[in-house]
Nanobody, 120 residues
Framework: QVQLQESGPGLVEPSQTLSLTCTVS???????WSWIRQPPGKGPEWMGA???????????SLQSRTSISRDTSKNTSKNQFTLQLRSVTPEDTAVYYC???????????WGQGTQVTVSS
């Protein structure tokens, strides 16, 4: 069973960088790991993904501000991947989710989500 857990600050100031970590336990390394967000009152938005080989894929609308990286531990029972979103504005306020799936970019398993508010 794959389990994912997001972590990071719940409040970020405008113009700063939002950084979130997803800790993944269980499952195989051969997954695609994605970040998805849902602003209040809006539908979910796929932000980007990273593959088991380290290839990254980004939403065109967010590509200039987004970086996704991974830390594959030798202990395959637990790994982490991170999201960085630069130059945030209040419009980046959302619940942020990490998810994973295979053999394509998909979300077979989800984290519970974490609220991030951008405000001064």
């Amino acid at each position: 069973q794959v389990q994912l857990q997001e972590s990071g600050p719940g409040l970020v100031e405008p113009s700063q960088t939002l950084s979130l970590t997803c800790t993944v336990s269980g499952g195989s390394l051969f997954y695609y790991w994605s970040w998805i967000r849902q602003p209040p009152g809006k539908g979910p938005e796929w932000m980007g993904a990273i593959s088991y080989s380290g290839s990254t894929y980004y939403s065109p609308s967010l590509q200039s501000r987004t970086s996704i990286s991974r830390d594959t531990s030798k202990n395959t029972s637990k790994n982490q991947f991170t999201l960085q979103l630069r130059s945030v504005t209040p419009e980046d306020t959302a619940v942020y989710y990490c998810c994973s799936g295979s053999p394509h970019i998909s979300c077979d398993f989800w984290g519970q989500g974490t609220q991030v508010t951008v405000s001064s």
